[in-house]
Structures are given as C-alpha cells and as structure tokens.
C-alpha cells in the first residue's frame, strides 16, 4: 500500500513540474514578445505595482527578496534591467543608508498594466 501512495506523490510532483513548465515558458515567451519583460522582471513591476498603495510604489530591496523565487545575485540583475529600461529606480533609505528602496517609475506602472492581460490570459489557459 505505501508504494502505490508513493507513486502516486511521485506523479503528482511531475504533473506539477511539468505545468510549471510549460506555464513558465509560455508566460516568458509571450511577456518578451508582447511586452518587452521577462517573467521576472515582471514580477518585480507586480510586486512593486501592489505596493503602491501602501508604500507609493515602493519596496526595500530585501523586502523584495522575500517574495521573489530568485536568488540575490539574480534579483540584482534583474533590478538592474529594469532600471536600465526606465521602469524602476533605485534609492537609499533616508533613515538607514545601508537599506535600499526599488521605486516604480511610471513607465514601469504603464508596462505592468499593458502587460497584466497577457500574464493573466496564460495563467487562465494552463490553471483554470
């Protein structure tokens, strides 16, 4: 009885795996094509997008850590493309110089909402 219950967590695992990746493929692959972003970097712009209204669309950068699945060096590069492209600044805490804030800019508000349809539309075809 406990094979047949492992087999059976071990297939649920690599149904999981498998609709991760075709979702996360398609989800990069249609976010480059229409909308210039990664899927990273669009989550970053939806991190930042939902602090808005709680923080005036910003966050500090561990506090994005926190909530991203990539590791530091990874984030820093991604943070980095994003505000090569205007869509997120960088700036340092006024009462602790060594915390560091991600701001979104307009333009990375204008590009998360043009792309939100998109993201969601893959979402919908491989989850719902």
């Keep these: 009885m406990e094979a047949v ?9 690599s149904e999981t795996l498998r609709v991760y990746h075709n979702t996360s493929c398609e989800l990069e692959n249609s ?29 500090k950068m561990k506090e994005l850590e926190a909530e991203m699945y990539l590791s530091q060096s990874a984030l820093s590069r991604t943070v980095t493309r994003l505000e090569k492209a205007g869509l997120v600044t960088r ?10 804030f991600l701001l979104l800019t307009p333009a990375g508000q204008e590009r998360y909402e043009a792309a939100q349809p998109t993201y969601r539309a893959v979402l919908h075809r491989h989850l719902a």
């Design 5 to 13: 219950v492992d087999e059976d967590v071990c297939t649920k695992w």
């Design 31 to 59: 976010l480059q094509d229409g909308h210039d972003l990664g899927l990273s970097e669009f989550e970053v712009l939806k991190i930042l997008s939902r602090s808005c209204g709680k923080h005036g669309g910003k966050a």
């Design 91 to 100: 700036a340092t805490c006024d009462f602790d110089r060594r915390a560091m």
